[in-house]
Antibody, heavy 122, light 109 residues
Framework: QVQLQESGPGQVRPSETLSLTCTVSGGSIHTGSYYWSWIRQPPGKGLEWISYVYYTGITNYNPALRGRVTTSIDTSKNQFYLRLTSVTAADTAVYYC??????????????WGQGTLVTVSS | QSALTQPASVSGSPGQSVTISCTVT????????VSWYQQHPNKAPKLMIF???NRPSGISSRFSGSKSGNTASLTISGLQPEDEAEYYCSSHTGTGSRVFGGGTKLTVL
């Protein structure tokens, strides 16, 4: 079964760039019915979708973060990536990578990575 | 205000049924199916219902989804202590952006 695992620094300084990697195992990232999403959750708060990437490189971003976020994919490594620039304390959150099952009229998220806490602090 | 509105909290006693609502507040989401997620503290969310009414393999039949008008609902019957968790609904807009409701804290009394 497919599993996802986030990796990256647990702490980032304000104004710098947050970079995370998601490694997919147990299945190919090069699959037509799936997008690959990033979702975050600030401490004590709800879920916020950040972005998705398709195996072709097509992306879509949360309008609230557009301009600061970039998502990319490397099918040869079965990995996808998140870059978030000019971070502030408001970007402190648990970041999840998730398989985004997407068909023309509906989508759902399954499975989820375990999540990684990224703290923005000097 | 989120495009998907959920009650902040619901509660019920063991064995009872509870329903959590998810109301679409913008027309762009009106016809797009909802999925539901359960999240226990310090755990990743888990898919419970997709495409309004469907349960993934391994999810108890005590969990069911429905929709009426612009409101989707998650019903949990025969409440058990382990059902105490945060529940989120999710959908997507016409431009493909994904959105979540604000979450509902379920307390099993």
């Amino acid at each position: 079964q497919v599993q996802l695992q986030e990796s990256g620094p647990g702490q980032v300084r304000p104004s710098e760039t947050l970079s995370l990697t998601c490694t997919v195992s147990g299945g190919s990232i090069h699959t037509g019915s799936y997008y690959w999403s990033w979702i975050r959750q600030p401490p004590g708060k709800g879920l916020e979708w950040i972005s998705y990437v398709y195996y072709t490189g097509i992306t879509n971003y949360n309008p609230a973060l557009r301009g600061r976020v970039t998502t990319s994919i490397d099918t040869s490594k079965n990995q996808f990536y998140l870059r978030l620039t000019s971070v502030t304390a408001a970007d402190t959150a648990v970041y999840y990578c998730v398989r985004d099952v997407s068909l023309p009229s509906y989508n759902w998220f399954d499975p989820w990575g375990q999540g990684t806490l990224v703290t923005v602090s000097s | 205000q989120s495009a998907l509105t959920q009650p902040a909290s619901v509660s019920g006693s063991p064995g009872q049924s509870v329903t959590i609502s998810c109301t679409v507040t913008i027309s762009d989401l009106a016809y797009n199916p909802v999925s539901w997620y359960q999240q226990h503290p310090n755990k990743a969310p888990k898919l419970m219902i997709f495409d309004v009414i469907n349960r993934p393999s391994g999810i108890s039949s005590r969990f069911s989804g429905s929709k009426s008008g612009n409101t989707a609902s998650l019903t949990i019957s025969g409440l058990q202590p382990e059902d105490e968790a945060e529940y989120y609904c999710s959908s997507h807009t016409g431009t493909g952006s994904r959105v979540f409701g604000g979450g509902t804290k379920l307390t099993v009394l």
